[in-house]
């Protein structure tokens, strides 16, 4: 977590940070504007190097609250092969695609992640 807290504060990013006692467990909210450029990059920087340095400590990239689109490269990462026998159980149960689509994961692995 102050590996975070600093990174964020190196590049003049105002990011709270609360946390789940016990668990190690803790989010990271970017206060910033979203159609400033510079500012976007910089906070989609420290938070892939924040999802980084929690897959290199055994952690996970994200937590109870879902995943959406924003994590997908990192969900790729963590999971690794286990990602096919998810795209293989997604289409098993939802053969039309309609729960969620183009969440989680990319269904087509050759397909570009989303754009943000």
Do not use: Q
């Not at 952690?59 to 990462?77: D, I, L, N, Q, S």
């Amino acid at each position: 977590m102050l590996a975070a807290r600093d990174d964020a504060a190196a590049n003049d990013l105002v990011a709270p940070i609360v946390g789940h006692v016990g668990d190690g467990n803790f989010h990271m909210t970017f206060l910033m504007n979203p159609d400033d450029p510079a500012e976007f990059g910089r906070a989609a920087a420290v938070n892939a190097r924040l999802v980084e340095r929690a897959l290199a400590m055994g952690g996970t990239c994200t937590g109870e609250h879902g995943v959406g689109t924003g994590k997908m490269r990192a969900v790729e990462a963590e999971h690794g092969p286990a990602i096919a026998l998810m795209r293989a159980i997604k289409r098993a149960l939802d053969p039309l695609n309609i729960l969620n689509p183009g969440k989680i994961f990319r269904l087509d692995p050759d397909a570009a992640f989303p754009e943000r």
